[in-house]
């Protein structure tokens, strides 16, 4: 009887040293793994200085319709993602959805010259997001904007 009482309190001492090693190579992980993992639905999210209107100004201000649309009458579009760092500093900026003919390229121009962004934030600590944005070309408001 006290064979299978010393086993069974040494087996139960065993897996609980283990679930401790587990849980402590689980925190050690998930310290490395915040350098590199991208976060969603976070308490506070990236955002653009001064909020999406100054966000939308920004594009407005910058982006340039490209010749060879205006050329070929390309509307629509352009839907792009990136990586806010926990720097606010803007990595990793890749087109989903082109509607060609330079307008990728110019939204992929313009985002490159964006201030820092306010990064995304878990408990006080900033963290990487992933941001998506769809940047609209639309001809119609270029016209009136060349009429003026």
């Known amino acids: 009887m006290k064979k299978s009482v010393f086993l069974v309190y040494g087996s139960?001492?065993?897996?609980?040293?283990?679930?401790?090693?587990?849980?402590?190579?689980?925190?050690?992980?998930d310290k490395v793994d915040e350098d590199v993992?991208?976060?969603?639905n976070l308490e506070e999210e990236a955002s653009y200085p001064g909020g999406y209107e100054a966000l939308m100004?920004?594009?407005a201000k910058n982006i340039q319709y490209p010749e060879k649309a205006k050329k070929m009458g390309v509307k629509?579009?352009?839907?792009?993602?990136?990586?806010?760092?926990?720097?606010?500093?803007?990595?990793?900026?890749?087109?989903?959805?082109?509607?060609?003919?330079?307008?990728?390229e110019e939204v992929i121009r313009v985002i490159k010259?964006?201030?820092?962004?306010?990064p995304a934030k878990q408990r006080g600590k900033a963290l990487?997001?992933?941001f998506n944005l769809p940047v609209s070309f639309n001809?119609?408001?270029?016209?009136?904007?060349?009429?003026?």
């Open 57 to 59: 100004e920004f594009l």
């Open 139 to 148: 001809l119609d408001k270029e016209d009136k904007q060349e009429k003026k």
């Open 76 to 104: 629509g579009r352009v839907f792009v993602t990136f990586i806010v760092e926990k720097d606010g500093s803007i990595s990793d900026i890749k087109v989903l959805r082109d509607i060609g003919y330079g307008c990728g």
């Open 113 to 118: 010259l964006m201030p820092k962004w306010n």
């Open 37 to 40: 993992r991208i976060f969603s």
């Open 12 to 29: 139960l001492v065993f897996l609980f040293c283990s679930l401790l090693s587990i849980d402590t190579y689980s925190q050690e992980k």
């Open 128 to 130: 990487r997001q992933q």
